[in-house]
């Protein structure tokens, strides 16, 4: 009967089983009607406490829009993509201003008021203007001023509002408006205004305006209240940023290629002071602020923020890497507020002033807001051993990120595992005693290469496979599955070797035993060592088709038939059976999740044949369409209780929905019979996780200890080494030696493992 099971052609390297049986695993909905029915969030798997480990999508963010549009004395008047805000420099508290709602940006006037004064234009239906002003800190200093019609242009400067009158033959004269009357600015002889008042600033009383000289050059000065005379400034040509404070004026001049600012006492008549600048261009405009005894300035539209002292204990240094815009405060000797970034890249309102030692500091007064610009998207996932995997695709980037969740009943976060490339669903699998098992494409040939170990680095091992863009279909800790090119390898990932080479078809790993249906005996699978290639024993499933897929979960096996619509679960152990669904479904320890519509169904699997309603999952992230969401979406870890999915959010879950988990037991294990010349090594696979384990060696004759080894947690294997010595280090008799393995499990669920043999010594 076997010879009809299986047919045997042996190679150079491997044993090689033909089989005609050709997979086509197919993905239908619907669940075996033996299975419950009911849809609910019940159970651990449906709660969002304590029991469940989530890992948020990587987010990429940037700093959100932010503009500054006026300052004061106290505060800063800004907006964040909504409302205009209002933040005050003394505790950095932010409020909104709803006094502003619906007034547009373009009409707030861009000046800095010393009483916290928010000011802003607003054009009436007789040709007038109303200059509304909004007392944010105090708001006794809120005002309506209307400027009727005739009236040009009117401009706000602080306490000022400026506007100019048409005169009938297309020149201007230029007044202050004021308590409805205007009162008129006396420029210097030959002095021309144009219709729309040119200001500056304006601190205490006092104005910066500019107008055209007789000769067509331009000209600058102060007004002073109250009797608005303008003081010239020694301007020779053309300034720019020209600035006025309580105690001082400034502005920038370019001569003879040398960029300057000039500062002198705001009432002065003596020659100014020249500071030069270190520009990096001749070219490039300049905006210059006065702080203490230093001007804070910058280059271009966005350039370096950098100081330049002129006295006092400062250093030339850079402040920002890079600033917006900016306000001179004007109260004392100056303070500047300005939205730029620091030097750690980050954008923000800041303000700078000078401490009691004359030294800049920068007061940061709000940030800009953080916002997502990018969310990775989870590509795949795997769980296996208490090792959660997935792959995340960021911005074009995919990387595989790992995370300990433990071994106990309940998923723990545990620390973070080292990032890999991204790797594509079925492309890397935990599970093997070698690391993490990962396939990459040779860039030579495009053969996929077998690479273990958990260093992304360095693997331990690297093994060249005969095929390209296959998957990794099982794994256990002595071999793996590997699809591709209509093949089934077997893989001996300690030996890196293949040993069994097959037409695709259905098949699962049971630590050293392979699973394979046989094609002429339907109904019936076959359980192959893999180490000596003999059939071990054959499972009846009790369907009368040849499965196109399995999968082994302790002693229970899954088979489904998808072409007949019919599956099931066998224990191997005791014979009992239980229905399943024939596709979108993997068994865990103990239970099955299976596909629903757009919710995953979980059935507990009872030792007694009996099934439990262990509630549906929801939320869960659609795969692409024609796209298995099997380890792409949703997964299970086979050796565990343990269910991981993720939602529409890209958010992983790890919940365990089944509490009822296998025993720990010895699954499998190489101990040869006899101490060899070159020593005993024996070697056990454990079920699952132990929290620690001993081996002891005793005189069969003697029942006399004769030596023994512990160890601690171990996520499954157990290896002793013995050199046929004695604890004491002396060569033991011949004769016949009993070993005894006992491991804890590392949940503390059930009882300790145990496995017995006997090894001899001959010589």
């Avoid at 400034?250 to 002071?273: E, L, N, Y």
């Avoid at 565990?640 to 939602?647: F, I, S, T």
Wanted: proline share 7%; with cysteine; hydrophobic share 35%.
């Amino acid at each position: 009967m076997f010879r009809h099971l299986l047919m045997y052609r042996r190679t150079n390297r491997a044993t090689r089983i033909t089989s005609t049986a050709a997979i086509a695993v197919a993905l239908t909905a619907g669940l075996a009607t033996a299975l419950p029915a009911s849809a609910h969030a019940a159970g651990p798997a449906g709660n969002a406490d304590d029991t469940e480990v989530r890992v948020p999508a990587p987010v990429v963010y940037a700093d959100g829009p932010q503009t500054l549009l006026t300052s004061g004395s106290d505060g800063m008047l800004h907006r964040e993509g909504g409302g205009y805000l209002w933040t005050n420099t003394y505790n950095s508290r932010t409020t909104s201003v709803p006094e502003l709602d619906g007034v547009p940006e373009e009409s707030i006037v861009r000046q800095h008021d010393t009483v916290n004064r928010v000011t802003y234009t607003r054009p009436r239906e007789d040709g007038g203007t109303d200059i509304v002003r909004i007392g944010v800190e105090d708001p006794r200093y809120g005002s309506t001023l209307t400027v009727p019609a005739g009236y040009r242009h009117p401009t706000v400067a602080g306490g000022w509002v400026l506007a100019t009158v048409d005169r009938g033959d297309g020149t201007h004269r230029l007044v202050e408006y004021r308590n409805g009357r205007e009162n008129p600015i006396q420029l210097p002889e030959g002095a021309t205004i144009g219709a729309e008042p040119v200001t500056y600033g304006s601190a205490y009383g006092r104005l910066l305006i500019g107008w055209t000289d007789a000769d067509g050059t331009p000209g600058y000065g102060v007004v002073s209240t109250p009797d608005n005379r303008v003081t010239p400034l020694p301007v020779t040509g053309e300034a720019t940023s020209l600035r006025v404070t309580q105690e001082e004026v400034s502005w920038v001049t370019r001569d003879g290629g040398t960029t300057a600012v000039h500062i002198r006492g705001v009432d002065s008549t003596a020659a100014p002071r020249v500071v030069p600048l270190d520009v990096r261009s001749p070219d490039s405009p300049v905006q210059a602020y006065l702080v203490g005894d230093n001007v804070l300035w910058h280059e271009g539209e966005s350039g370096a923020l950098r100081l330049t002292p002129y006295a006092g204990a400062e250093t030339a240094r850079d402040l920002l890497t890079g600033v917006e815009s900016g306000y001179q405060l004007i109260e004392g000797r100056g303070q500047f507020a300005a939205l730029g970034k620091d030097a750690d890249g980050r954008r923000g309102i800041h303000l700078f002033s000078v401490d009691g030692l004359g030294l800049v500091f920068d007061l940061p007064v709000r940030q800009a807001p953080r916002t997502e610009v990018g969310r990775g998207a989870v590509r795949a996932l795997s769980l296996a051993g208490g090792r959660l995997r997935h792959t995340t695709d960021l911005s074009g980037t995919g990387t595989l990120h790992g995370l300990d969740i433990g071994v106990g009943p309940q998923p723990r976060r545990g620390a973070a595992l080292p990032d890999f490339g991204g790797l594509a669903a079925g492309r890397f699998a935990d599970g093997g005693d070698e690391g993490l098992a990962r396939l990459v494409a040779d860039p030579e040939t495009g053969h996929d290469v077998l690479l273990t170990g958990d260093d992304p680095r360095q693997p331990a091992d690297t093994f060249a496979l005969p095929h390209a863009d296959g998957r990794i279909t099982a794994v256990s800790p002595e071999f793996l599955l590997y699809r591709a090119g209509g093949r089934l390898l077997v893989v001996d990932t300690a030996r890196d070797r293949i040993v069994h080479d097959l037409p695709d078809q259905a098949a699962a790993l049971d630590h050293g035993t392979l699973l394979v249906p046989s094609r002429w005996l339907p109904g019936t699978v076959g359980a192959v060592d893999l180490r000596d290639g003999g059939i071990t024993r054959l499972l009846r499933t009790g369907a009368s088709c040849v499965p196109d897929e399995l999968q082994s979960s302790g002693t229970l096996l899954y088979w489904s038939c998808a072409g007949r619509d019919t599956a099931g679960v066998r224990d191997r152990a005791t014979g009992r059976s239980w229905p399943a669904p024939a596709a979108g479904t993997l068994l865990g320890d103990r239970f099955l999740a299976a596909r629903n519509g757009d919710t995953l169904r979980l059935t507990g699997l009872g030792a007694d044949g009996g099934t439990a309603d262990l509630g549906v999952v929801g939320h869960l992230k659609p795969a692409a369409s024609g796209e298995e969401d099997r380890g792409r979406t949703w997964t299970v870890d086979p050796g565990a209780g343990k269910l991981a999915w993720v939602d529409a959010d890209d958010t992983v879950h790890v919940t365990a929905p089944q509490q009822a988990v296998s025993p720990l037991v010895v699954a499998d294990s190489v101990t040869p019979a006899v101490l060899g010349a070159a020593g005993w090594d024996g070697v056990w696979w454990l079920s699952r996780p132990a929290a620690s384990w001993t081996v002891t060696l005793t005189d069969r004759r003697t029942g006399a200890e004769v030596r023994s080894w512990t160890g601690e947690a171990t996520p499954g294997t157990v290896r002793v080494s013995w050199d046929g010595t004695s604890a004491a280090g002396a060569p033991v008799p011949r004769g016949d030696y009993a070993w005894k393995l006992t491991a804890a499990p590392a949940d503390g669920a059930g009882a300790p493992a145990t496995a017995t043999g006997r090894v001899r010594v001959t010589g």
